[in-house]
């Protein structure tokens, strides 16, 4: 396969399971006779299939063969227990992939062996699973995880060692829509390369919004970056879009990717009623141009697309009888790119990296007694700060004696995650705990920096450290320290930094811009001359290592040189800025540093500035002395930039309705308070500032969600905001005598029989949840009758309804029909990919004589779900969506001459008796 790409473009093939659904199989034909009396629902199992019916997975094999297929995939995309505990199926999980693996091997060794000019491989199939590992699906929690890490790292070691046990030629990590679970998948793999043989690892990752992040907020560059450590032979994208609308995001990945490329959309866009009319001819077309531009290495399809399609793809990939020439891949990279949902490109053009330092109980007081006091939103407002003040890297630190440390960072690393504006940023994980920094690394999507490794324990704990470092995709800072202990002197600085390089490098297999040295950034002007030399000798090492390892880093704990001033905040600052000043220019090139100081190199007065210098370069015996004299002058003076009154009060030139607005669109709640409290002043009733300003600023969330401006954590959290606001406002709108009580509504959530996708419904519940909404939430593959006798039971406001396949909506036309047998007229909501408002307006709404409605993603729940439920907008709301579904279908009529469309009336006269 190694050899293969390197001549010709290969072609994947396409969709297993839009192959299977053209079998219509029913929940027996699932089952077999092996599992006919196992309790559950397996229809929607398609993994089970390569046990209960192989004869239907070898003929979709052939099919996609015969078709001009290079590459198979095995049927066993969710065959892992996470996924399969849906199905009560956990114990089947080796077998199921060792016999797809056996099975596909067996086909593509056929057809090599009838042409063994076109050898044929097979890529086994490693799905996301229906969790995630970045995102909480409870509101009252940010910090919950349904799924750790390690034990997704357990769940897929099983299905990769069975894969490799039956003889696949690559692993496929396939629709990535989270990088913790694919770094998961990926550290499981190297694990089992460990002890089987090597293949190629293919990565592909799904895009979920016009703006190209992942479901879990991040760009396709900061995924580059969380990727980077892996053996990657193919990364490329998949899913979520058609051709046509893929090519600029393959554009994007292609252009300085290091790796071959592959791209298997879906056969276009979901039409309204969750099929696909794109045409393999269409779809070809749109392919061809990835293949005229250079694009891609591998080319398939995706959902929607059959063995037709595929059957287009032999002819794009010739010309005049000669293989079209495939991508070349980028050259290999050479600067260390940091990410937490964003890219951070560490380069020389960059000059200093500035790392936040405030996020460390050791360096902050009162981040210390934020986390031991469990005050979690003020903790988490000082790494906002730090961002906002210019922090390009935030270092955690949570090692305290009367802490549990891993407990405390995995909770606060969890909590950090849930805001946006934060998570941007990548991540220093700062301990002396390995068991901390271990922990904290599974919490983390993001391409980080471990603080530290270094080989004061031997060089047997410093291997393991280092490629576990390694391992979880994070770059490592190396501390001067060995058996003996700290180096201090010149002499031991570079010995230690000769000796961890070549570990680094020559045994783990660490790149040189993966490794950071601290070469000890010490206390100087102690009044110890043996001191005296510290900073000079760290500048002096700085610039030996820059110029021996010229792509390696330099880093340190600046606060460290000016200890012995402690109080006086004015003289630390000022020699932090003139030790930095000396070091940048050596070669330092990043450092843990108060990205809020005021005090500059250039701001120093001249008679200071030349003691400090004197002092960090050690330039004469007395300069300690001359520093303390002048020191005393400074004693009480801030180095802080203090917050004017006409910055507080500039916020309030900004009309009350946007300040609100702008609240719930940036998720920053520091003067909701004030400006609701001025709301309540304004408005006639609290329920008008909810209905007014509030609702418009989800409005306005929405529209720019849709839009690709915002992504779903920042959607998360600015309903978490609206939470706050609402919860401000209850005890005013209870005493003037409003209805809206302690709930704005209960909700019933469900994602249909048959499918087990829920992390889009999830959402959706801390989107509600975070407005006030009790949400009782059914889970997956949940039995229509199960539905109705809870939305029944639980007298709900509303029942929402999720399905991510196309045999979804078929179950939610049951439920509907359900729902009208049982007399039950509250509103309907879908959603889900496949579920469109025209499919909505024709094949769901008249089957029930309540509220049918379809929500276009998470930030338009709320909007929705507040219109149905109240008493006087109520109807309008209806008349404007009936009236837009009469159009829709008399529009379809139009179109589609040939399709029967009766009333609503004789629709309803139609439907199925149940009860």
């Known amino acids: 396969m190694q050899n293969e790409i390197k001549n010709r473009i290969l072609i994947l093939d396409g969709a297993m399971g839009t192959m299977i659904q053209h079998y219509h199989l029913s929940e027996d034909d699932y089952r077999g006779e092996r599992f006919r009396n196992v309790p559950g629902q397996q229809k929607g199992n398609n993994d089970l299939l390569t046990l209960t019916a192989p004869h239907i997975i070898e003929e979709i094999h052939r099919k996609y063969l015969e078709a001009g297929a290079d590459i198979i995939e095995t049927n066993t995309f969710n065959a892992q227990r996470i996924s399969m505990a849906d199905y009560h199926m956990e114990d089947l999980c080796r077998e199921i992939n060792l016999t797809a693996a056996r099975l596909a091997r067996r086909l593509a060794d056929e057809y090599t062996a009838r042409n063994p000019e076109k050898p044929r491989f097979v890529a086994g199939s490693i799905g996301p699973t229906n969790k995630t590992c970045s995102m909480s699906p409870d ?59 090597p293949v190629p690892l293919m990565l592909s990752v799904t895009i979920a919004d016009k703006g190209g992040r992942t479901l879990s907020g991040q760009t396709l560059e900061a995924f ?93 990939v010739m010309h005049n009888g000669l293989p079209v020439p495939p991508r070349r891949p980028a050259a290999p990279y050479s600067h260390l790119t ?105 919490c983390v999507q993001g391409k980080s920096i471990v603080n530290s490794i270094s080989l004061k324990e031997g ?165 300690s002395e001359a520093l303390l004299e002048a020191a005393a002058a400074y004693l009480g003076q801030s180095a802080d930039v203090p917050t004017t009154a006409s910055t507080q009060t500039d916020r309030t030139i900004i009309p009350l309705a946007e300040r609100l607005q702008q609240a719930l669109c940036t998720g920053h709640s520091a003067h909701l308070a004030d400006d609701l409290d001025e709301a309540l002043r304004e408005y006639p009733r609290a329920v008008d500032i909810i209905e007014g300003p509030l609702m418009d600023g989800m409005n306005l969330v929405g529209e720019r969600f849709g839009a690709g401006q915002m992504f779903l954590p920042q959607v998360v959290k600015t309903a978490r905001t609206m939470k706050e606001a609402v919860a401000i406002l209850e005890p005013h709108i209870q005493s003037e005598g409003q209805t809206s009580g302690q709930r704005a509504g209960r909700i019933l959530m469900a994602t249909v029989k048959g499918d087990v996708h829920d992390i889009g419904k999830n959402i959706v519940g801390v989107v509600l949840g975070c407005n006030n909404y009790e949400v009782i939430d059914l889970g997956v593959m949940c039995p229509t009758e199960d539905i109705i006798r809870q939305a029944q039971e639980q007298q709900v406001d509303a029942v929402g309804l999720s399905g991510l396949i196309t045999p979804s909506l078929d179950e939610m036309a049951a439920v509907a029909r359900a729902m009208q047998a049982a007399g039950l007229r509250i509103p309907l ?17 008249p089957l029930y004589d309540g509220p049918v409605l379809w929500v276009k993603d998470a930030s338009q729940m709320v909007p929705i779900t507040a219109a149905l439920l109240h008493p006087q907008n109520r109807q309008d709301f209806l008349n404007r969506t009936y009236a837009e579904y009469e159009t829709l279908r008399q529009h379809y009529a139009q179109t589609h001459p040939n399709e029967q469309i009766v009333s609503i009336e004789q629709a309803r006269k139609n439907r199925l008796n149940l009860f």
């Open 224 to 316: 580059l970056a969380s990727i980077s450590h892996a053996p990657v032979f193919s990364v490329g994208l998949n899913c979520s879009f058609g051709a046509s609308d893929m090519l600029p995001f393959l554009r994007q990945l292609a252009a300085n990717t290091p790796y071959y490329i592959s791209a298997y959309p879906n056969a276009g866009l979901p039409n309204s009623l969750g099929g696909y009319d794109q045409t393999p001819e269409q779809m070809a077309e749109q392919v061809g141009e990835y293949i005229r531009e250079g694009l891609v290495n591998i080319i398939g399809g995706c959902c929607g697309t059959t063995d037709a399609y595929i059957a287009q793809y032999p002819a794009l």
């Open 338 to 442: 940091l990410s937490g949902l964003e890219p951070l490109a560490v380069t020389p053009e960059r000059n200093f990296l500035n790392i936040g330092e405030r996020c460390n109980v050791a360096g902050s007081r009162r981040f210390l007694r934020l986390i031991k006091e469990k005050n979690y939103t003020e903790a988490l407002e000082i790494a906002r700060t730090q961002v906002e003040n210019g922090a390009q890297v935030l270092d955690i630190n949570i090692d305290d004696g009367l802490l549990d440390s891993r407990a405390e960072m995995v909770h606060f690393l969890r909590l950090l995650a849930s805001e946006p504006d934060i998570a941007r940023v990548p991540l220093m994980i700062d301990s002396s705990r390995w068991e901390v920094i271990e922990a904290a690394l599974g």
């Open 139 to 197: 509101v009252e929690d940010p910090a919950l995880r349904t799924l750790s890490f390690d034990e997704l790292v357990e769940a897929y070691s099983e299905q990769v060692e069975a894969l490799l046990d039956g003889g696949v030629d690559a692993l496929l990590v396939e629709t990535i829509f989270d990088t913790l679970n694919a770094k998961a998948a990926i550290y499981a793999i190297e694990r089992a390369f460990e002890h089987r043989q």
């Open 829 to 845: 909501l879908v959603g889900g990919a496949t579920t469109s408002r025209l499919h909505t307006a024709l094949r769901l709404a």
């Open 459 to 623: 060089e047997e704990v410093f291997l393991h450290r280092a490629t576990i470092s390694r391992r979880m995709g994070a770059a490592v800072v190396v501390m001067a320290f060995d058996e003996e202990g700290q180096a201090t002197c010149f002499d031991r600085r570079i010995a230690i930094c000769q000796r961890a390089h070549r570990l680094l490098t020559q045994v783990v297999g660490f790149p040189e811009y993966d490794i950071i040295f601290d070469p000890n950034i010490l206390a100087i002007a102690t009044g110890m001359p043996e001191h005296d030399d510290y900073a000079a000798d760290f500048i002096r090492t700085t610039r030996w290592i820059r110029e021996h390892y010229p792509q390696m880093h330099i880093t340190g704990g600046v606060s460290n040189l000016s200890f012995s001033f402690r109080g006086n905040n004015y003289i630390r600052e000022a020699m932090h800025a003139v030790f930095l000043y000396h070091a940048i220019q050596a070669g330092m090139d990043m450092g843990i540093v108060n990205p809020a100081t005021s005090v500059t190199y250039a701001d120093i007065p001249s008679d200071l500035l030349h003691i400090i210098e004197d002092v960090v370069l050690n330039r004469h015996p007395h300069a």
